[in-house]
């Protein structure tokens, strides 16, 4: 007999729980605006980089993958640099070393610039210091991984310092 009370109250509580949920309202779907589709040809291996206009369907230009390495911010307060993400760059910040010297990067912690463009996740972000409202070198090494290009080929690692805002910089190959 307890055991069928035991079980009858089992089934009053499933029961009892199963219709606390209240019913889904349905949604009407919104009604698809006009679609236009383009196809951009691209190598089998991706070596280009195309540039696509939206509102004229063309492509305005291409290049190679490999033809830059690094992008810098050109607005009148940019300090912005940007690793050249279609060849997989990395960079990695090896600290106040002597320039131009082998330096080991098995153990340096590589850094990659993150797809969301947030400057906060940029490998090279932090390259400057601010003194007195000005933007200064930290006077680091960095090793930029150069990446690989479109037959999967090493690109190489170099070293930079990046000493200022006026357009100069140093670099020697590792």
């Known amino acids: ?3 069928f009370i035991i079980c009858l ?3 009053f509580i499933v029961i009892y729980l199963s219709s606390c949920f209240k019913e889904d309202e349905p ?4 009604q698809p605006g006009l679609v236009e589709t383009d196809t951009i040809p691209m190598s089998y291996n991706y070596k280009f980089q195309v540039y696509f206009e939206l509102d004229s369907g063309i492509i305005v230009s291409q290049n190679l993958k490999t033809e830059s390495d690094l992008g810098f911010e050109c607005s009148p307060t940019g300090w912005k ?3 050249n993400t279609a060849d997989f760059m990395k960079a990695a910040d ?3 070393v002597p320039f131009g010297q082998a330096q080991d990067t098995a153990h340096v912690s590589w ?4 797809s969301d463009g947030n400057p906060d996740s940029l490998a090279l972000g932090t390259w400057y210091k601010a003194v007195n409202g000005d933007t ?3 006077n680091h090494v960095y090793a930029v991984d150069r990446g690989f290009d479109e037959n999967a080929n ?11 805002l006026s357009g100069k910089f140093a670099m020697a190959e590792s």
Do not use: A
């Open 9 to 11: 109250s089992i089934l």
């Open 94 to 96: 090896l600290g106040i």
């Open 27 to 30: 949604i009407i779907p919104h």
């Open 154 to 164: 090493p690109l190489g690692i170099y070293q930079v310092i990046f000493d200022s």
């Open 81 to 83: 640099i940007i690793l």
């Open 136 to 138: 200064v070198s930290n």
């Open 1 to 3: 007999m307890t055991r």
């Open 111 to 114: 850094k990659f610039d993150k």
